[in-house]
Structure formats: C-alpha cells, structure tokens
C-alpha cells in the first residue's frame, strides 16, 4: 500500500459529460503529481502541484484542470469528455517539491471510461 | 527535457534465468533515474532509484540496475526471474523543468515461462 488513494476506482460516463477524480495524497507529502495511462501514449505527466500551488504543466488538455486543497488532497477534473479521454488516470504525491528528487508514490489509478 | 528509451516493449524468459530489461537516458544534466514495476490493475512500486551516490542500485525484490554514464543506460537486471516477476516494468527520468515530474518510458512487458 502506497498511501496514497484515488477515488472512484472505477468511473463510466458519456461523452460531453464533466467528472472528477479525487485524490488524498500520502501522509506529510506535500506535491501531488496527475497521470494519464493510456494504450497508444503510454503514462503521461498532465500537472504538478505543490502545497496548493500549481508548479507544472505537462501535456494537460484545456478541458481538464486541477487544483490542490488546503488539506493537500487534490482534484483533477475532466469536462467534455470525448471517448479518446478514456484512460487510467494516477495521482503520486512525494514529499519535495521543485528543489528534491524524492520518488512519486503512486495510487491504484482511476479508471474512466467515455462512451 | 529529460527522456528515457525502452528497447523492447515485450521481454520473455524462463523461469530461474537471467532478466535484463533496457532503457537509455537523454539528459543535459545528471540525471535521477528511476525503475517502477506495475502489476495488472494496481499502481506504479518503486523498484529502484539512482541519485549519484553509487553507480549500482539494489532494489526490491532481487533487483538491480547499473548506471552507466558512458553507454547512457540504466538496464534492470535479476539473476534468476521468478513467476511473481511477471509484470510492467517503466524507466523513468526526474525533469527538473517539471518541478521533478517523472517521465517514463513506454514500459516492457515481463513474460515469465515455466
């Protein structure tokens, strides 16, 4: 167990539809980092948080954003999805932030599926 | 930006023989390097880590990877596979313009045979 945990495990919604993916990061961690797995692009970085405050950006989409809390748990959400978002989405949190190297924890992912 | 290369997206060995699994670096900078395993259904486990203090990495579950500044590598080896091996396993690269996000590499598929 990684200690960190995503919400819903699993989660089917149509197409133009907005979800959100729920995750509480292990604890006195202070980053949160967002994934997407998919077949074709294999795991993608979409965006970094650090004690609240986004730090970087990968290849997020416009139609999806993130925030973190002030309790560190952190939300990606997703709106009008197409059935090309269908993915494994992972949410790793570590302890440092830009300036330490420490290694990502990851959660058991967040399956969504478009239809 | 930092990059890493698996060679081999599948891997097949028999049960109790040698596993190297390949991947090469493309950094500007040294690089932390990092081997994750993944099992079907579940998330990333961290195998191995390298941040400079010694070219070769033990890690968990008998593993091992060398890094090697020269061939720009940082191959994953166990001496004699096991069943439980069976698995995903992902190269991955610390990008320091991304606050230290993780970029992997496609990932090579362990098949372990009787």
């Known amino acids: 167990d990684s200690g960190v945990t995503q919400t819903p495990k699993h989660l089917i919604t149509a197409t133009g539809q907005r979800v959100t993916l729920r995750c509480s990061p292990r604890?006195?961690?202070?980053?949160v980092y967002w994934y997407q797995q998919s077949l074709d692009q294999g795991l993608q970085f979409l965006i970094h948080?650090?004690?609240?405050?986004?730090?970087a950006k990968g290849n997020i989409l416009e139609r999806f954003s993130a925030q973190q809390f002030p309790d560190l748990h952190s939300e990606l959400n997703l709106s009008s999805l197409e059935l090309g978002d269908s993915a494994l989405y992972f949410c790793?949190?570590?302890?440092?932030?830009?300036?330490?190297?420490?290694?990502?924890?990851f959660g058991n992912g967040t399956r969504l599926t478009v239809t | 930006a930092q990059s890493v290369t698996q060679l081999g997206s599948h891997v097949s060995v028999s049960e109790g023989a040698l596993v190297l699994l390949r991947c090469n670096y493309s950094s500007s900078v040294p690089p932390y390097l990092f081997w994750y395993v993944q099992y079907p259904n579940q998330g990333l486990q961290l195998l191995l880590k390298y941040t400079s203090a010694a070219t070769l990495v033990k890690g968990i579950n008998g593993f091992e990877a060398e890094f090697k500044k020269s061939e720009t590598s940082f191959h994953l080896t166990k001496p004699s596979a096991h069943m439980s091996d069976a698995a995903e396993y992902f190269c991955?690269?610390?990008?320091?313009?991304?606050?230290?996000?993780?970029?992997f590499g496609k990932g090579t598929s362990l098949l372990v045979t009787p």
């Open positions: 604890s006195g961690d202070l980053s």
């Open positions: 790793a949190s570590s302890v440092g932030g830009a300036r330490n190297n420490s290694p990502l924890h």
């Open positions: 948080y650090y004690n609240g405050e986004e730090r």
């Open positions: 991955a690269v610390s990008d320091q313009n991304s606050g230290y996000a993780l970029n």
